[in-house]
């Protein structure tokens, strides 16, 4: 118990030290599982040895997994895979492949053995939804292509890793003597049974039950806790683990109305809960273990952190997607997730691996989670550096594509077909006026194509795109695009290039909308204060 009487004296210091440490890493911009791991590694039995990583900080860990995986299924939403269509299935599964393939063979080259090579590999192709999710939210980009792209394959990598620990919690515990096929049918009777009685209680009783809780907000949060610990405690006694219960749970309640009213109301939960496993996860930690893996670290960490990048830079860009891109989704998986330790411990628990891989897996985590954080908060002037090297992932762009004399001459070009310009265009079409789309994201240029719509691929901060564009009848040039950057690029184009067409750019907040008006923008589109201005018409007219 080192220097604390109790549990709750250890829990209290430990969340002290917390604060304090998550505190300093939020100055320095680093995320918060770093700060919780480096907490687990101080005040655990390598520094201080002012906590074991038993008892109640074990429980509490388990307890936010099982949270953690249960949300992960509240929140499975298929229709955003979907709707991306080929890149975030290609990107996703494609990365996987690639990534634990290649690792794979450097983790037997660095003299693992297969097994924890296996175990190293698959590790390391998961990328943190969490810490991408809030720093692509922090800087607005959440709904740029790149950002869209990104969150499509996160969600396909979490598919994977909850399928690979349904597997390895399945088939990767003993058994008991039993033969591969016995072990495989009693896997399968009692999976099946699990999943029977599970969409049983979602077609006959959890909406109707769930529709009379909701009447009391806190009754219905807690019936949520209790029905993601009750279905991970099932989960464990059937030999599933509590991570595949937990993960049901989520998923059952997924198709109700209240999803996300659990989901926001558990999010702070999971967040505290997962404070205690990443602080046993660093209290386990056997620093002199760490010490003898700092070469392996390092050349797995360099491996995240600049080929995981370049896998999917080569998967996108065989899809035809610019190199800016290929370049921001890529930087979201140059870095492990919360995933690969929970994995990692799983494989632990298993008897799989041992301390000295669970160490070096954290390690690679330690050091991408810090620095892929600042080649993501810093992605902009990073590709700036970068670009000329860059392009040689690009295939097929704008400017390898000639004008043709007898194409279309629109009134209208729209830049940008995402759900404020593809509304746009079909808007001009509708109304007789000839118009062109054009996007940098080959899906959505396709998409309009099929309608019966022109449509080019092009990027609006190619200083190109005027030449590559027939202007001889065009009247407005629109750039839907809310970006500043953009539309200074834009204007600068068409300012060089010397056309007559008037060019209208669009702006999210009044300071960019000024500074597009001074740099010679003949409109600048403010969507949401124009919403709130027709909003109020029809309201005061009603």
Known sequence: ???????????????????????????????????????????????????????QIELLAQIGIAILLFIVGLKLDLRIVRALGPVALATGLGQVFFTSAIGFLIALALGFDPVASLYIAIALTFSSTIIIVKLLTDKREIDDLHGRIAIGFLIVQDIVVVLVMIGLSAFGG??????????????????????????????????????????????????????????????????FSEVVGAFLGGF????????????????????????FFFIELGARLDLAEIGGQLGAAAVFSLFVLVGN??????????????????FLAGLTVAQISEFSLIFAALGVALGHIGAAELGLITAVGLVTIGTSTYMILNSGALFDRLAPVLGLFERGTLA????????????????????????????????GHDVMGVDFDPQAVLRLIRQGIPARYGDVEDPELPAHLPLERVRWVVSTVPSRD?????????????????????????????????????????????????????IVAT
């Open 1 to 55: 118990m080192g220097p604390f009487d109790t549990a709750f004296h250890q829990i209290a210091a430990i969340l002290f030290a917390a604060a304090i440490v998550g505190a300093l890493a939020r100055a320095l911009r680093q995320p918060l599982i770093v700060a919780f791991i480096a907490v687990g590694i101080v005040v655990g039995p390598a520094v201080l040895g002012w906590v074991e990583p038993t008892g």
């Open 174 to 239: 003993p058994s008991g003597g039993a033969g591969f096929a016995e072990q495989l049918a009693l896997v399968l009777l009692k999976g099946g049974a699990f999943l029977a009685g599970i969409g049983f209680l979602m077609r006959f009783v959890l909406g109707p039950l769930l529709h009379r809780l909701a009447r009391t907000e806190e009754l219905l949060v807690l019936f949520a806790i209790a029905w993601a610990l009750a279905l991970a405690a099932i989960g464990d006694i059937l030999g």
């Open 252 to 275: 059952s309640l997924a198709s109700t109305p209240y999803r996300e009213a659990i989901s926001g109301r558990l999010t702070s939960l999971r967040d505290f809960l997962l404070l």
């Open 309 to 326: 990048p370049l896998i999917v830079m080569i998967i996108m860009g065989a899809m035809r997607y610019r190199a800016r891109v290929s």
């Open 400 to 431: 390898e594509v000639p004008l043709d004399d007898d194409g279309p001459r629109p009134e209208y070009v729209v830049v940008g077909l995402g759900r404020y310009g593809g509304r746009l265009v079909d808007q001009l079409a509708e109304a």
């Open 486 to 538: 953009s539309g200074l690029a834009l204007l600068s184009s068409f300012r060089r290039y010397g056309s007559d067409c008037r060019v209208a750019v669009t702006a999210h907040d009044t300071e960019s909308a000024r500074e597009l008006r001074d740099a010679g923008a003949d409109l600048v589109l403010e969507p949401f204060r124009d919403a709130a201005d027709d909003a109020l018409v029809a």
